[in-house]
């Protein structure tokens, strides 16, 4: 069993040297098999230019991750029509979950945000806040 170990080594590639090297000028060894072309996972087929099959997606960072929280907890006060049913629904624990998420958040990135996060992130949760106690009180 040990010898067995011992055969199926595995190798360690510290990516750090290499980007190193090619700040430098010098290439990166190329692996020692041909990759195959990207496949689409739809077809089965070599994927042709993904610009002309799809819009480019929006880049994801921390302010439209607020925004997407957000966004649920306000869909969660009825103020959104859901996606999925066009209907607009109240689901007030769902609320209060969005709520405790993006205090979480907070807390947790306290010092580590942007002047303009930060305030998105606090004049969110004091705008969702009132609006919880709004709507539990009811």
């Known amino acids: 069993m040990a010898a067995e170990q011992e055969e199926r080594g595995f190798t ?3 990516k750090r040297f290499s980007s190193r090297r090619e700040a430098e000028g010098e290439q990166p060894q190329q692996p020692t098999s041909p990759q195959p072309p990207p ?3 739809r077809a089965g087929a ?3 230019d993904r610009s002309q099959a799809a819009p480019p997606a929006e880049e ?3 302010v439209s991750f607020i925004i ?3 966004t649920q907890a306000f869909m969660h006060l009825g103020d959104i029509p ?3 049913t066009q209907q607009r629904e109240k689901d007030i624990p769902a609320v209060k979950h969005m709520i405790d998420l993006l205090g979480m958040l907070d807390v947790k990135t ?3 945000l942007t002047g303009e996060e930060e ?3 606090r004049q969110l949760l004091f705008d969702l806040r009132m609006r919880y106690v709004r709507e539990a009180g009811r």
């Open 82 to 84: 859901n996606p999925m």
């Open 119 to 121: 305030r998105l992130l």
């Open 46 to 48: 070599p994927s042709q």
């Open 12 to 14: 360690v590639s510290d």
């Open 39 to 41: 496949r689409d996972e």
């Open 110 to 112: 306290k010092g580590n």
């Open 68 to 70: 997407s929280l957000g």
């Open 60 to 62: 994801v960072n921390f």
